[in-house]
């Protein structure tokens, strides 16, 4: 397989796995309709991989488009990123989450039936595990939802093992991501949330390039071992090659419909990321302890184990490394990439 068609390729894990995928001799075709990206993303990463990247500033949704690009490329697979990623904003617009990711994904397919293109990576979530009993997850435990977002990863998961169960011809691999941070070690490609970021690393950079003023943690009264909850954190390079590793695995097996864990098997308490990022930046890092958050569960952390076994892949980097490359990023470029 040469040539991968990226969806949501300038977003932040997308345009992440693009470099890395060219980097590894990959052509790499990017469709992203800037809903949550800039175009400035794409000279970055031609400047990056010093390759020419076929850019379409389509819409998934929009089918003829979409054919348009399966027309004029030999496409061998598809990476597919673009949807729709804020919780709090999908309980606010459930309709435009659930036409967003569904009908873009369901559009994908029937794209990619029509051209015979049925290799697929899917970007799922670890939200998927819902409010989990015991830790660490694996890729068998019960799933549920507690928000639209997680309820599109769930029913586009399910779409595709019925796509799979109905046609021996497609093979996908669906990934379910922990929580990626980070940046590329050159610090111009990271993370750029639009307004007051909604994660803990994008908020802690801005509070250390002082664009807010301080962090609220949201409860220490948390059954841990700090009080605050507990996540596993994925540097985003790491993430980038585990999808690398599974168009490897796609390349070699008929795998029809497989599900992974991308993180790395550990958890650390918001207070244990402030103190790392705080060694990264420099200076202290001022909270408050607010109220708990709706919808967060105390404890969240992968089993990592068929990843390892079967995708041949497992994270290399430290929550150190995660810390002082995000933090990179925001120093060079205080207002991301549309300053
Ligand atoms: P992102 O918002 O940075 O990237 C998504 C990209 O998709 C954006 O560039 C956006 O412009 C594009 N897009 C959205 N809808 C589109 C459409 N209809 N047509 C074409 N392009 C469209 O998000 P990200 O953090 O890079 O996440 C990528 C994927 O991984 C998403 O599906 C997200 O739900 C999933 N995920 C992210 C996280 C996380 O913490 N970042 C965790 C788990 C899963
Ligand atoms: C959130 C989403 C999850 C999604 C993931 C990756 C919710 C409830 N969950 O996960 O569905 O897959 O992002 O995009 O939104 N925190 C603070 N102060 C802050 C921000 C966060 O204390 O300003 C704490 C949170 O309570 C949490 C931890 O930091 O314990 C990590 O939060 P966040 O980065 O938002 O990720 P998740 O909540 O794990």
């Known amino acids: 397989m040469n040539t991968i068609l990226v969806t949501g390729g300038l977003g932040f894990i997308g345009s992440h796995t693009v470099i890395d995928l060219v980097k590894q001799g990959y052509s790499v075709i990017i469709v992203d309709n800037l809903s949550n990206a800039s175009a400035k993303v794409l000279p970055v990463l031609e400047e990056l991989s010093q390759k020419k990247i076929p850019f379409y500033p389509v819409d998934i949704r929009e089918k003829k488009e979409l054919e348009k690009i399966f027309q004029e490329h030999q496409i061998d697979a598809v990476i597919h990123f673009a949807g729709l990623k804020a919780v709090g904003e999908s309980v606010q617009k459930p309709l435009s989450y659930y036409d967003n990711n ?20 899917f970007s799922s979530s670890a939200t998927v595990y819902g409010e989990p009993e015991k830790m660490p997850l694996l890729e068998t435990d019960l799933t549920g939802a507690t928000s639209p977002y997680g309820r599109t990863k769930l029913w586009i998961e399910q779409i595709l093992q019925d796509l799979c169960d109905a046609n021996d011809a497609w093979d996908v691999v669906a990934l379910r991501y922990f929580n990626p941070l980070g940046a590329h070690k050159s610090g111009d490609l990271g993370e750029d949330p639009k307004g007051i970021p909604n994660n803990l690393a994008p908020y802690i950079t801005q509070v250390g390039v002082g664009k807010l003023e301080k962090l609220h943690v949201f409860g220490n009264d948390y059954p841990t071992s700090d009080g605050t909850c507990v996540r596993d954190y994925i540097h985003v390079l790491d993430l980038a090659a585990g999808h690398r590793a599974a168009i490897t695995y796609l390349e070699k097996e008929h795998c029809r419909y497989e599900i992974f864990n991308l993180g790395s098997g550990s958890g650390f308490s918001v207070l244990e990321m402030i103190k790392s990022f705080e060694k990264a930046i420099g200076k202290e890092i001022p909270f408050v302890v607010d109220s ?44 991301g990439f549309e300053p």
């Open 102 to 121: 569904l009908i873009s994904t369901i559009t994908l397919l029937e794209v990619m039936e029509e051209y015979s293109v049925r290799k697929l990576v």
């Open 292 to 335: 708990r958050r709706a919808g967060d569960i105390p404890v969240s952390y992968a089993d990592t184990k068929k990843a390892e076994d079967k995708l041949g892949w497992k994270v290399q980097k430290t929550i150190d490394e995660m810390c002082a490359d995000a933090w990179r990023w925001q120093k060079k470029h205080p207002d």
